[in-house]
């Protein structure tokens, strides 16, 4: 028997089971641990009564991991994950959990959802837009190793974070899982590092070390082109020798930005596009 309802009564455990399945051969192959995953859904801000999944026989057969939050104003859900394991495939399950799920984020008043796509799986494209989602902008990724020297003996670790300080350097809106609200959740698991220059903070680098990857890093308006983020990423990779460093979704608009991490080593990985649909 097949039932759609809320992850409410749903262990992360699970979660992590059906979603390592779901994705096992996707564009890019994901196999998180438990901390992976519980990692993601705090900083994501995970919220299973607006998520749905698909019960088969009473597992959970596919999924729509929302969170719950504000982006640009308006009371957001945001999709963290949306799978469906490869036995249950074929069924149109996605737009049935989607009927499921709209009127309930309705009725919570919720203003719009958003989630991303990588850019070449045209199914789920083709399946967001029958749901009424509109692309908003593209985003990219990188990977790679960054070699040299490290340039300026003042990096360090900067164990309490002036989230809204750091926010004053950033030129442009990152995508959920590098907003505000997320660093702040995940600051517990994330380390920061910063260059002091003339009694101030000029530049910051933000890393997940069970990743390597990198949600946020700036330098302060003034004290740029002055080799302060190359320090930084190459601090990174002395420190997180074990895998190569990633970024993902810089703005495409970014380009300063994108020369930047391009000029440092990390490659093109991936391109995604971020969707939105309005609620109400």
């Known amino acids: 028997m097949m039932k759609i309802d809320t992850l409410r009564s749903t262990s992360t455990a699970e979660i992590r089971y059906s979603f390592n399945e779901a994705f096992r051969e996707y564009f890019v192959p994901v196999n998180l641990s ?27 057969g596919g999924f729509i ?14 999709n963290s994950g949306t799978g469906i394991i490869a036995a249950h ?3 149109h399950l996605v737009p049935k959990m989607y009927e499921y799920l709209l009127p309930l984020l309705i009725e919570k ?3 719009k959802s958003l989630l991303e796509f990588i850019r070449e799986n045209k199914v789920a494209r083709q399946c967001y837009e029958k749901v009424g989602f509109q692309i908003v902008r593209e985003l990219l990724s990188f990977k790679g190793e960054v070699a040299g020297a490290v340039l300026h003996a003042e990096v360090e670790e900067i164990m309490n974070p002036d989230w809204l300080q750091l926010q ?6 990152p995508s959920w899982q590098h907003s505000l609200d997320c660093l702040k959740r995940a600051s517990g698991s994330y380390k920061t590092y910063g260059i002091y220059k003339e009694g101030g903070l000029r530049a910051y680098v933000v890393i997940n070390p069970l990743t390597n990857r990198i949600p946020s890093f700036a330098v302060a308006p003034g004290w740029r082109n002055k080799g302060l983020a190359t320090a930084l990423f190459r601090h990174l990779q002395q420190v997180y020798r074990a895998a190569p460093l990633t970024m993902i979704n810089v703005d495409s608009q970014q380009q300063p930005t994108i020369n930047f991490v391009q000029s440092i080593g990390l490659k093109p990985l991936l391109t995604q596009y971020e969707m939105e649909l309005m609620i109400q």
């Open 168 to 173: 004053t350097f950033w030129d442009w809106e």
């Open 109 to 111: 008043k919720y203003d």
């Open 89 to 91: 495939r074929g069924q």
């Open 65 to 78: 991991l929302h969170s719950s939050g504000q982006h640009k104003g308006k009371r957001t859900a945001y």
């Open 34 to 60: 438990q901390q992976q995953i519980e990692q993601k859904l705090l900083a994501e801000g995970f919220e299973p009564s607006i998520s749905a999944g698909v019960f088969v026989e009473g597992k959970l």
